[in-house]
């Protein structure tokens, strides 16, 4: 799936719903509960459980990237899958700690 910044994804086996921020140039695997998301205008399919070791969940406003930081995904609607690449899950990015003021 071509991916670009502003492209908006649900689940096919949870209610996760995201917004890429950061998309890399190339076709990219994006999954939820180890299965590929779906367009929004995609009608409905019959939702199934996500795959084992893919079913941690997606908080609602955090930002999800890969190791390198290539891709960054806003989770607009949490749901039980988790996001990956392929089989390679994504993790939560850090919040950057504001600078002091004295």
Do not use: H
């Amino acid at each position: 799936m071509e991916l670009r910044a502003g492209s908006r994804l649900k689940s096919a086996v949870c209610d996760t719903e995201v917004i890429a921020v950061k998309a890399p140039s190339e076709d990219i695997d994006i999954r939820c509960g180890g299965v590929p998301m779906l367009e929004p205008s995609d009608t409905d399919t019959e939702k199934t459980s996500p795959v084992e070791g893919a079913a941690n969940g997606t908080q609602m406003g955090k930002r999800y990237v890969d190791s390198d930081e290539s891709i960054e995904l806003l989770c607009t609607k949490p749901g039980e899958g988790s996001l990956g690449i392929g089989d390679t899950l994504l993790s939560i990015k850090e919040s950057k700690p504001l600078p002091a003021s004295d």
